[in-house]
């Protein structure tokens, strides 16, 4: 191919992408943005097998920013409208009535769109359902005009300078995935390294199957089957997903932004060699790595980690069936947990906050109480509907003397308004769901996320009762000395590797849980600021009182 030829496929694939931008900034409903990201695929499909194809003609500047520009297109169309919400509502003209009205119509949108295709064009009732959609039209181009009154350009991405320049400054590694039926492309960008992948789908798919199906099979008479298994498909899959990047130069904070079946993924668990023989003495990425996930590189420059009011702390945890024996391991089921109430009242030390156990941690409580917290701990179990993701739920105490049944559903949660600063799903499984191409987060903490929470804690599997309270503990704990989400997550994990049993080391006790959200995210103690205010008024007088005590020996 020469110059001319490759001069001409940039100016194809910007002017593509500019118009893909353009058209985009108009759609609202979640099934025009559906069907908007099947178009819009076919498109950066190709143009990323073009890219990859030319990748030695181009220039190193050329080919990063536009498969950068490619990847981020199609991860913003499935996220940011949740992200949309956000910027509107931290401006006050942005009422918060609005908003819920917003989410009406788009719900009531999809309803009538949904029945609308099942009448022929002759029926009666296909008129009406016409004049209803021309009029949810109408509500909701206006309501489109207020959405960007409230904020600059919602719609536009991050660009790919100021992407590289919030990399040089966090020093960070950026780990972007775009996956499409034939192909999974990986861009890598960081101060000292570009480059830019096509991965060996043949090696991947099976290693990723193998090692979902190693950890989440907590059988312990097939213990050392699970194990060789889990050996094998983590070693493959680091060699194909990490082992293509130059290894000595990899930052030590790592960012991915996985799609397909990645994002079920926990990158702790990618291990450089197996020669190790007990669990806890495996070379697990996490080693070396802080790694955190997001949806799209423009989340990163939107997230606001220093807005909460309110309580610092709100937390619930249920008992189930008050008269049962039985007890639970694993928050997967509906029988007693044992370890979830001594998370949240251990958790709730920490802050100044209240908590809600046993009986009193109903769905009504939870809905009474919800706006009121800066972090939101939600320690119980989560029922996942695998045929119908929208009916998965979170696990109330059930009062029968309350209206609600103690079932609190995604739908429910995306009508939401929490606004957290975080959110800790400590349940099962609440990363899992449909999975949309680049969708990013699913399930319940899809919901959460939809309920404009910024900075997840949630769960890819089912996770373990006692392990989980030892982990959340320690994760709070190091937020609120001040380290950041990321760091404090993993340094929890490797304490709890640590100082555990090596029994209880294998990745369903310790692993399941992931991060999503602001890299800089951690608490900011009120006490802290108020300690900090009270020492400079104490400084202060004490410099006006050494300065008059010189101007009167002076006088």
């Not at 080919?63 to 401006?91: G, H, P, W």
């Not at 293509?244 to 993924?265: A, H, N, R, W």
Request: aromatic residues 12%; contains cysteine; charged residues 20%.
């Amino acid at each position: 191919m020469n110059n001319s030829n490759i001069s001409i496929l940039e100016e194809k694939i910007k002017t593509g992408l500019q118009l893909l931008n353009d058209i985009y900034a108009d759609y609202i409903f979640e099934s025009e943005e559906f069907d908007f990201q099947q178009k819009a695929r076919q498109f950066i499909d190709l143009a990323l097998k073009i890219l990859y194809n030319a990748k030695e003609q181009l220039n190193d500047n050329t080919l990063y920013s536009l498969v950068y520009e490619c990847m981020e297109l199609d991860k913003n169309i499935r996220i940011n409208y949740s992200f949309s919400q956000q910027t509107a509502l931290n401006n006050s003209s942005y009422q918060e009535n609005k908003l819920l009205f917003e989410k009406e119509i788009r719900q009531e949108y999809e309803t009538i769109k949904r029945k609308i295709t099942n009448v022929t064009p002759d029926d009666s009732l296909f008129h009406s359902y016409s004049d209803q959609l021309f009029s949810l039209q109408l509500n909701k181009d206006s309501l489109m005009d207020d959405l960007s009154k409230s904020g600059d350009q919602i719609h536009k991405g991050v660009s790919y300078k100021d992407c590289i320049d919030l990399i040089n400054q966090e020093s960070l590694g950026l780990m972007l995935f775009y996956r499409n039926e034939l192909h999974l492309y990986q861009l890598f960008l960081s101060s000292e390294q570009q480059d830019f992948n096509s991965l060996d789908v043949s090696k991947i798919d099976p290693a990723l199957k193998n090692h979902f199906a190693s950890i989440r099979n907590f059988n312990e008479k097939q213990y050392d089957k699970n194990k060789a298994l889990f050996l094998q498909s983590s070693q493959v899959l680091y060699q194909e997903l990490i082992g293509t990047l130059k290894q000595d130069i990899l930052p030590f904070s790592l960012v991915i932004l996985p799609d397909g079946e990645l994002s079920y993924m926990s990158f702790d668990l990618l291990l450089k060699h197996t020669q190790a023989e007990a669990y806890k003495d495996l070379p697990y990425l996490i080693m070396d790595h802080s790694i955190s996930y997001l949806g799209s590189v423009s989340q990163m420059l939107r997230f606001d980690s220093d807005k909460s009011t309110g309580h610092d702390y709100l937390g619930f945890a249920p008992i189930y069936a008050e008269n049962q024996t039985n007890t639970s391991a694993f928050r997967s089921d509906l029988n007693q947990l044992l370890h979830n109430q001594n998370e949240v009242i251990n958790c709730s030390g920490l802050f100044n906050g209240e908590y809600f156990l046993g009986a009193d941690a109903t769905e009504t409580n939870f809905k009474e109480h919800m706006k009121k917290t800066s972090i939101l701990h939600l320690a119980m179990h989560a029922t996942v509907n695998d045929e119908n993701p929208m009916e998965s739920y979170l696990n109330f105490y059930v009062d029968s003397t309350q209206i609600d049944d103690g079932k609190l559903y995604m739908t429910e949660i995306s009508k939401m308004n929490l606004n957290s600063d975080l959110v800790i799903l400590s349940a099962c499984q609440t990363n899992t769901g449909e999975q949309i191409q680049g969708q990013g987060l699913t399930g319940i903490a899809r919901a959460f996320q939809n309920a404009n929470n910024q900075n997840i804690l949630y769960t890819n599997w089912v996770v373990d009762d006692k392990s989980s309270q030892t982990i959340i503990q320690s994760f709070l704990e190091k937020v609120k000395s001040g380290q950041s989400a990321p760091i404090s997550l993993r340094e929890a994990k490797l304490h709890y590797l640590k100082q555990s049993p090596t029994a209880r080391t294998s990745p369903i006790h310790w692993a399941g849980y992931n991060y999503y959200g602001a890299l800089s995210f951690g608490y900011n103690n009120p006490s802290n600021r108020n300690s900090h205010l009270l020492m400079g008024v104490v400084f202060l007088v004490g410099f006006l009182m050494i300065g008059n005590f010189f101007i009167k020996k002076m006088t």
